[in-house]
């Protein structure tokens, strides 16, 4: 069977591979897989910038699947089921434990940018059967880890207020949600035309911050000097000070992503005087991932794809994410 591999130098370094095709052990399944999707750290890690994956490390942690063989023991999931993989295969549910990192598909162990895998049967979900391959592609990360922020630890209500960063997968995967919960979503971008469709996706209000760089003002007066209820953070260190002074008093900042670096000054008065909550959201576990499927299902949801790449295609692929230009999610389709 053809794999990628990547030895975490650089994104033109992906390789194809001519590797065995795996068979499935005592609780595990094989699955045919049938498309996967890219994540900024699924950049850093080809780039050798989150800690350095296993050498020669299949990349990729979000795909989807049909089984096609189960070993001894397996019986929660059968062949013909369509499953994606979870982010990390030993999150099964409560909170996160320090073991768990090392189970994060396509950085310490083998990823799903292959023709088969072979996984732990207790790290599979079944997915939305409405989805397309493309479009179930893409939950495992992007999606989890949005749905964790507002619902699982965000505790977002109905009539709340969100705003949301930029318009890559979490961001819009936050849209969607917070729109369903009932709540109203504010979101920032640099790009109109991004605005534009995130406006049709149902945000309440839209910011160009290239144009007007003081956002955290504009969230302030959106919300008669209060501030907004939550905010899906994916900048770090760059936005977060901006975030805090968007936040009301006793709010909450979802810190989800490091796209501006991994160190920067914050002023901490900004969060203990104020009493803001700030939650380090790491993806979530096998049963966050079985929540949001139903709450997808219930509502129909779908994913926003940006564009689908071949198998062939896979360093392109890399490439058109990095680049930053795209909205929603870079799927690549693995098998028809």
């Not at 990729?60 to 993989?85: K, N, P």
């Not at 096998?286 to 499927?293: A, D, I, S, T, Y």
């Not at 795209?326 to 098998?335: L, P």
Request: hydrophobic share 45%.
């Amino acid at each position: 069977m053809r794999a990628y591999r990547t030895h975490g130098d650089g994104i033109d370094r992906l390789t194809t591979v001519e590797v065995k095709r795996p068979r499935a052990r005592a609780g595990q399944v094989v699955l045919r897989m049938k498309a996967a999707s890219i994540n900024y750290v699924d950049l850093q890690i080809a780039r050798g910038e989150f800690g350095g994956p296993k050498a020669g490390v299949i990349p990729l942690s979000d795909g989807v699947g049909e089984i096609i063989e189960v070993g001894e023991g397996v019986e929660r999931v059968a062949v013909g089921d369509r499953v994606a993989g979870i982010f990390e295969q030993g999150w099964i549910s409560g909170p996160l434990l320090p073991s768990y990192p090392a189970t994060h598909l396509g950085n310490r162990i083998d990823g799903v940018l292959a023709e088969y895998v072979a996984l732990d049967a207790n790290g599979v979900v079944r997915v939305p059967d409405h989805l397309t391959d493309e479009e179930a592609a893409t939950l495992p990360c992007a999606g989890v880890t949005a749905w964790n922020a507002l619902v699982e630890m965000g505790d977002v209500r109905a009539g709340d207020t969100v705003l949301v960063l930029g318009t890559g997968g979490v961001s819009l995967f936050a849209l969607q949600f917070a729109r369903v919960i009932g709540a109203r979503v504010l979101i920032v971008s640099s790009s109109d035309a991004k605005l534009a469709r995130a406006s049709e996706l149902g945000a309440t209000a839209c910011l160009n911050y290239r144009t007007t760089p003081d956002w955290e003002r504009w969230a302030i007066e959106l919300t008669d000097g209060a501030g907004v209820d939550h905010v899906v953070e994916v900048g770090g260190p760059g936005t977060l000070g901006k975030s805090l002074k968007a936040v009301r008093m006793a709010g909450t900042i979802s810190l989800i992503g490091t796209l501006t670096g991994d160190a920067g000054m914050v002023r901490t008065t900004d969060i203990f005087f104020r009493n803001v909550r700030v939650l380090g959201i790491h993806v979530g576990s096998r049963g966050m991932f079985e929540n949001m499927n139903r709450a997808i299902a219930h509502h129909q949801l779908r994913p926003v794809i940006d564009r689908v790449f071949s198998f062939d295609q896979a360093v392109e692929a890399f490439r058109h994410v990095e680049g930053g230009s795209h909205f929603g999610k870079s799927v690549i389709r693995i098998a028809a």
